[in-house]
């Protein structure tokens, strides 16, 4: 199973000799990669169905329904304080919804910092957070369609700056 644009690899005796591959009615374009081995990839707009093969030996069709979804709408959107006042901690949200209509798994959202903020963690729920210099790292581990999640984080300048907003970017690896 898996989004338009997914890589699937079929593998089973037989398969060197498959002249199509087809998912419920639709003709695919394969590669054979290995004796007993075909990759092929789920065209956009395809909708789930049955993978079958035809060789000169006759047609066989795989025993479950394959399923093609759609990938989570996923957006976005930092709040807190445009300006730090100098060593008084500023507590800035981001806040992550899944419009749908999929399941969204191990959403990376990236967070860089100017070199001089202190960066307090917090524990949350269904968020792995991690820090690389000054970028911070939160994973989402799974968010629902129609769920919103808010992420937390605590920041402290060490020197004067007129703006400490953190810039965050949305990277998503599904599932």
């Not at 003709?27 to 065209?43: I, K, N, Y």
């Not at 909708?47 to 996923?74: I, Y």
């Not at 304080?81 to 191990?106: D, F, H």
């Not at 903020?117 to 968020?127: A, C, D, K, W």
């Amino acid at each position: 199973m898996g989004p338009a644009g997914t890589l699937v690899t079929l593998s089973g005796s037989g398969l060197g000799e498959v002249t199509a591959l087809l998912l419920g009615e639709l003709s695919l374009p394969f590669e054979r990669t290995a004796d007993g081995e075909l990759q092929w990839v789920v065209p956009p707009l395809a909708a789930s169905g049955v993978v079958s093969v035809v060789s000169p030996v006759g047609f066989s069709t795989a025993p479950q329904l394959f399923e093609v979804r759609d990938l989570a709408d996923l957006s976005l959107e930092v709040t807190g304080p445009a300006e730090a006042v100098w060593r008084q901690p500023r507590t800035y949200l981001i806040q992550i919804t899944n419009q749908g209509p999929s399941i969204a798994r191990e959403v990376l959202v990236q967070h860089q910092l100017p070199q001089s903020i202190e960066y307090r963690p917090t524990l949350q729920p269904g968020v792995v957070t991690e820090r690389l210099g000054n970028v911070i790292m939160d994973t989402i581990l799974q968010l629902g369609p129609g769920q919103t999640l808010t992420i937390e984080h605590v920041l402290e300048t060490c020197r004067q700056l007129l703006d400490i907003t953190p810039c965050a970017s949305m990277l998503m690896f599904p599932r």
